[in-house]
């Protein structure tokens, strides 16, 4: 079974750029959640997504941004890049609905984003 | 606000030996708890987690302990191997009780344990 899908793994781009990160998630797996890792602020929630909706958001400024589609991949957009937003991304998913045993959520490998 | 602490950035053991982290919490809302394991440039590896109906959990080596009362969850691993080098996080969600908050985690600052041959 194919685990949660994080591409790219590594980019760089320039202050004041755009840039999409895409995460498919385990099959049969509807959540998706965002997390962004800096050796600072360690790993920090971003947003989830359930049913293409956003269920939940992290305090992070506008410009951080997702979406889900019908098959539940999700991409996270950030605009307008500052040099503070490069860290590790990782997207996880998630069945939901785990009953009273919980509910796992596993994580990709991550998108590296350096910004310069 | 650190919702979720462990307060031990790092750990030593002797192969063999019994390997124990801790995670401590203060959100009386969070009702399950993952403990993940990391390397560098890479995504968490879940490990083993525990719901609050229960106080222990066991999936091979690894034991997770929880004290609801204490708001403390500590992990065990029996025995160390030198491959258990890596980072450990305790990460906490508040899935019936909080709501929509199911797909939220929030993360200790994580562990690093060193397990020597």
């Known amino acids: 079974k194919a685990g949660v899908t994080q591409t790219p793994r590594y980019l760089i781009k320039t202050r004041g750029q755009q840039v999409t990160l895409s995460c498919s998630p385990i099959s049969g797996h509807r959540s998706v959640s965002w997390y962004q890792q800096t050796p600072g602020q360690g790993l920090q929630f971003l947003f989830e997504y359930f049913s293409e909706t956003q269920r939940n958001k992290g305090n992070f400024p506008g410009r951080f941004s997702g979406r889900q589609f019908s098959n539940s991949r999700s991409e996270m957009n950030v605009s307008t890049l500052e040099l503070g937003d490069s860290a590790l991304y990782l997207c996880?998913?998630?069945?939901?609905?785990?009953?009273?045993?919980?509910?796992?959520?596993?994580f990709g490998e991550g998108s590296w984003l350096t910004v310069v | 606000d650190q919702q979720v602490k462990q307060n031990s950035p790092s750990l030593s053991v002797q192969e063999g030996r019994i390997s124990i982290l801790n995670c401590d919490y203060t959100n009386s809302m969070f009702d399950y708890f993952l403990w993940y394991k990391k390397y560098p440039a890479e995504g968490p590896t879940f490990l083993i987690s525990i719901s609050s109906i229960k106080d222990k959990n066991e999936d091979g080596r690894f034991t997770v302990f929880l004290n609801k009362s204490a708001k403390h969850l500590s992990l065990h691993i029996v025995p160390s191997q030198p491959g258990d080098s890596a980072v450990y996080f305790c990460a906490a969600s508040a899935q019936w009780s909080g709501g929509t908050s199911y797909g939220k985690l929030t993360f200790g600052q994580g562990t690093i344990l060193t397990v020597h041959p």
């Open positions: 996880a998913s998630s069945f939901r609905f785990g009953g009273l045993s919980g509910n796992t959520i596993y």
